[in-house]
């Protein structure tokens, strides 16, 4: 790749820029090494900007002398070499300050090579690095270290680094301003999507249309009788195949006694509703008892029967293709089995906006089971109120109540179908209803094209970024100069002074700083 340089460039392996450090763990057993520390103590989770000045953790000076890890000088390069976040990013940041680091993380101190160009570099070729250093067959995604310090970097003459670091800096803060804008424009576009839900759920939206018709309409009353009798029948319907099933014929009507009423919701605390709107829970509009989905080892591929995958519910809908197959009887399989019109909650998730969405069910391609991250519900098909269900379940006035009750263990948020029956639900007339969720559609759909445009733009914003980098480092991004000290004489100094360093004796107690 030399001959592709431009004139006066040079090509070094990484290993070959500076003294590379390794990081380590100070004992959590020892205080001392953790309290009123004032060393910053660098782990992946602080390698989310490309300049560390500070660490959420610190260490003491003691720790540092007495563990595995090393103090890293200011203005060296830092790269996360172990974590999950490898499967798609090689983070790589630079210290403005000394830090240390834990065991996850190596760290090159370059010399000669301005260490912000060597990131921007790395940062350049961070996929083909994902794909050429990876190690294979380890539990958690990892670097090999030695593959890492010999790909190659390009090297511009030391005059021209600093033209291409601020080139590269001017051109990403503009980049920086246009998705900032974007930002607050999706902040925007969620605030308005809120309103939107909250004149729905709270009759603002159809008020007028509600005036205009107010002859007309079913009460909420009326309506939420007429739902309760639809559920008993429901149950006495299933109630009456079960026994069948078995042979039973029922002599009298004592079978019936069986049937519970679902609990009303406590509306204290809950906001004044339309005249003939009403409150209502999940339970009191479905036609059987909710059901928790199945946990059981599958793989990716048949035999088995089809299961949805933990990704495959999204706000549009699911994705029937994201899916695994599982061993479970066919007796499972037809009770488990997903059918149009099911309403399925996720009761598990590891961020709290999104414990407790829902999905309406359209029609699976073939017969395919749920997870148990999710709890599946039968509404009503009549009176039909599983459009309105699935227009409100997103506002805030059910987030709220959702997020109230979700508990957290070992950072996993859940609900549980006891917290999911106690959420309160506006019921307006059926009429009304169907108003209401047009309009609500039409608001939505307008929203969604504003999103796709905005996420396009994002990607080009992404694209853009690339294309900065790729031009930076193949010479086209800066004019070159030809008076410049070519590169290869820099890489000499650097290998002389490294030279030297190896060469004079050492004293006293010496730390492992290689990688």
């Given at each position: ?33 953790w309290?009123n ?10 390698m989310?900007r ?10 003491s ?23 999950g ?40 070729h ?25 790909y ?7 005059a021209?680094q ?13 980049i ?10 999706s ?45 008993r ?17 029922p ?17 204290t ?14 339970p ?14 599958g ?21 029937y293709?994201a ?5 479970i009887?066919?007796d ?29 069910a359209?029609?699976?391609?073939e017969?395919?089971v ?39 263990t ?6 549980s ?49 690339q ?33 030297k360093?190896?060469a ?12």
């Open positions: 790749m030399t001959d592709e340089l431009p004139p006066g460039w040079a090509m070094a392996p990484l290993g070959a820029l500076g003294n590379w450090f390794g990081g380590g763990t100070p004992s959590k057993a020892v205080s001392a090494y309290e520390g004032t060393v910053h103590w660098v782990s992946p989770k602080d989310k490309p300049l560390i000045d500070y660490a959420q953790d610190q260490i000076e003691r720790a540092v002398q007495e563990s595995a890890t090393n103090l890293v000088p200011a203005n060296s390069v830092l790269m996360v070499t172990r974590s976040i490898l499967e798609h990013s090689f983070p790589v940041a630079v210290n403005t300050v000394p830090v240390t680091m834990n065991q996850d993380l190596k760290a090159v101190a370059v010399r000669g090579v301005d260490p912000v160009y060597t990131r921007y570099f790395l940062q350049s961070a996929q083909n690095i994902l794909r050429t250093c990876k190690k294979d067959g380890t539990t958690v995604s990892s670097i090999d270290t030695d593959r890492l310090a010999a190659g970097v390009n090297i511009a003459p030391a021209e600093k033209r291409i670091v601020s080139k590269i800096d001017e051109l990403f803060s503009r920086d301003e246009g998705e900032r804008a974007l930002e607050r424009v902040l925007l576009v969620e605030r308005y999507r809120q309103s939107v839900l909250k004149a729905a759920v709270t009759g603002e939206l159809t008020r007028a249309w509600r005036e205009k018709n107010k002859d007309s309409l079913e009460s909420g009353k009326a309506l939420l009788a007429r739902i309760l009798t639809a559920r029948t429901a149950w006495e319907q299933a109630e009456l195949e079960k026994m069948k099933a078995k042979g039973i014929t002599t009298n009507d004592k079978w019936k006694q069986k049937y519970t009423e679902p609990t009303p919701p406590n509306t605390a809950l906001p004044r509703l339309p005249d003939g709107w009403a409150w209502v829970t999940l009191m509009l479905c036609s059987e008892n909710s059901t928790n989905g199945i946990s059981v080892q793989s990716s591929s048949p035999p088995g029967t089809p299961a949805l995958r933990l990704d495959a519910m999204l706000d549009s809908g699911f994705n293709s899916r695994r197959y599982i061993p009887t066919e499972q399989a037809q009770r488990l089995a997903i059918c149009e019109g099911d309403f399925f909650v996720s009761r598990a998730n590891g961020s709290l906006h999104l414990v407790g969405r829902a999905v309406l359209s029609s699976p391609p017969q395919i749920f997870p148990d991250t999710m709890i599946r519900y039968r509404p009503l098909a009549h009176p039909d109120v599983r459009p309105w269900l699935a227009a409100v379940w997103p506002s805030r006035l059910v987030r709220d109540q959702l997020e109230r009750r979700a508990k957290t070992a950072g996993i948020y859940k609900v179908q006891g917290d999911l029956s106690e959420i309160a639900l506006p019921l307006p007339p059926l009429s009304e209803q169907a108003v209401a969720v047009s309009g609500t559609a039409e608001l939505m759909s307008r929203m969604a094209k504003l999103e796709g445009d905005l996420h396009y733009t994002s990607r080009k914003s992404s694209a853009l970024r294309a900065t980098l790729k031009s930076a480092f193949t010479g086209r991004l800066v004019p070159q100069d030809l008076t410049d000290e070519p590169a290869s004489a820099l890489l000499e100094r650097i290998t002389a002074e490294r030279g360093e190896n004079a004796p050492k004293r006293g107690r010496e730390k492992k700083t290689t990688a």
